[in-house]
């Protein structure tokens, strides 16, 4: 059976096109409940995290970027902002200098109170117009989601992208290269 690519998918039909959508439209609500304080939600979570890491002992960069679900490179991108505002500091571990721990400062501390505020403001909003039942149903659907690991990466290594890669074309990947 040949598929027919000539016409549009229909809107609705994709779950991650959905997922994104609702994700940018909470994503500016909050951005927007948060600007007073100068923060996104994303950094709002971030400050969120260090301090729920941090309440049993320093949290490692690798362990928040588990834990966010963000890959290393993503994070420190996100993290530079709180470093410069002094919400964050990064310490170097004693026994591995290549081990990073991300704490919260005690002004980061004082935003993170004063960004909770807001963001229960936000919460109640949000509880308001979806209803308290509906707005935990979906709270509970998208942990599940975000905690699913059959739908982890598949692809995790450029190496085994090359591998596909002369599997299905018969090439090698170092003869592709100049």
Not at 108 to 136: D, M, N, P, Y
Request: include cysteine.
């Amino acid at each position: 059976m040949q598929e027919n690519f000539s016409r549009p998918t229909p809107r609705g039909i994709c779950t991650c096109e959905s997922l994104r959508a609702a994700s940018r439209r909470v994503s500016q609500y909050y951005d927007s409940v948060l600007a007073p304080l100068n923060l996104k939600m994303t950094q709002f979570s971030i400050l969120a995290e260090v301090h729920r890491g941090g309440l049993q002992g320093p949290i490692s960069m690798h362990g928040l970027a588990v834990a966010m679900i963000m890959d290393r490179s993503t994070l420190g991108h996100n993290l530079r902002p709180l470093i410069r505002d002094e919400l964050l500091h990064l310490r170097t571990a004693r026994d591995d200098g290549r081990k990073r721990y991300v704490l919260l400062t005690r002004k980061g501390i004082a935003v993170l109170q004063q960004a909770r505020r807001l963001w229960e403001c936000a919460e109640q909003r949000i509880e308001k117009v979806f209803g308290k039942e509906s707005t935990a149903a979906l709270r509970t659907t998208l942990l599940r989601i975000a905690n699913e690991q059959l739908l982890a990466p598949i692809v995790k290594h450029i190496g085994r992208i090359n591998a596909e890669s002369e599997k299905n074309t018969g090439r090698h990947a170092s003869a592709a290269s100049p």
